[in-house]
């Protein structure tokens, strides 16, 4: 079984090109590969996620390499906590897919599917055009579109979730692997768009029904040119506050040096869950 009904939450079958429940919704997958569970009453926004500019801005700063090193640790974090035999992993927040094509490759060795999840319908196109390893739908973070214990592991890299959905997809001894800011990431592009910069503070989430079993800080210097440094502006979240002239100055630079601070963190699966409610 892959995918519930984001409407009814009965299991969604395969039919020719489509997806269809025993209540007759039915869900079409697109030519790329990839398949839209997200109704319209479910959206916050007309086009919610990352718009098509961010995307690109994203994916050329990640080909670049930069982020290499967090997806490295998380591949072998995964190799180390994944057992023998996998049924299914999701990547939460997949943007255009860089880290799930990765997480894709030990999955598969142990004979299981990897699953990749974002709002943004513009993103989770360009990862199902460039990474057919994976499975990729548009859905909410908040109301996963998956049967209760499916997962043998779940990744989320700075994205917002749910946590009684994580507790219902993962199995009793599953895994939740999640990569937040440290107290100094990109602490130098803050300074140059806010008068006073505040530390990420880290440490302070909570999963019921999960034990958190290990946390790794993982931090270091890039190099970026301006080109680069404009691009990892447009991927962040507060490029809404950087003003032109801070775009101006990052493209005019020939090197920029910028700190990464990564705060990951492991969690496990209890495993005598206690019942919960299906969405």
Not at 56 to 80: C, I, K, M, T, W
Request: hydrophobic share 40%.
């Amino acid at each position: 079984m892959s995918f519930i009904c984001p409407l009814c939450h009965t299991p969604l079958l395969t039919q020719d090109k489509s997806y269809r429940c025993a209540n007759g919704h039915q869900f079409d997958r697109a030519k790329e590969g990839y398949v839209n569970l997200l109704p319209v009453q479910h959206k916050r926004s007309r086009d919610p996620g990352d718009s098509s500019e961010m995307m690109q801005a994203r994916r050329a700063f990640l080909n670049a390499g930069h982020y290499q090193p967090l997806r490295d640790r998380l591949v072998g974090l995964l190799e180390a906590k994944l057992p023998d035999a996998v049924t299914a992993l999701l990547d939460i927040g997949c943007g255009e897919g860089y880290y799930t094509a990765a997480f894709a490759v030990p999955v598969a060795q142990r004979g299981g599917e990897t699953f990749g999840l974002d709002v943004s319908k513009v993103a989770v196109r360009s990862a199902a055009k460039r990474y057919p390893e994976a499975m990729f739908c548009v859905a909410s973070s908040q109301r996963l579109p998956f049967a209760d214990a499916m997962f043998d592991a779940v990744v989320r890299i700075y994205a917002p979730c749910n946590p009684q959905e994580l507790a219902r997809v993962v199995k009793p001894g599953g895994w939740v692997v999640t990569a937040a800011p440290g107290p100094r990431h990109l602490v130098q592009l803050k300074e140059m768009i806010y008068d006073s910069v505040k530390l990420h503070e880290t440490g302070h989430e909570q999963l019921e029904g999960f034990t958190l079993r290990e946390t790794i800080p993982l931090a270091y210097e890039m190099t970026l040119t301006g080109e680069e440094a404009v691009a990892l502006l447009q991927m962040t979240p507060f490029a809404w506050r950087a003003r032109p002239e801070v775009r101006e100055a990052l493209a005019a630079r020939a090197n920029f040096a910028c700190e990464t601070d990564f705060y990951i963190s492991v969690w496990q699966r209890d495993q005598a869950p206690s019942a919960l409610q299906s969405i």
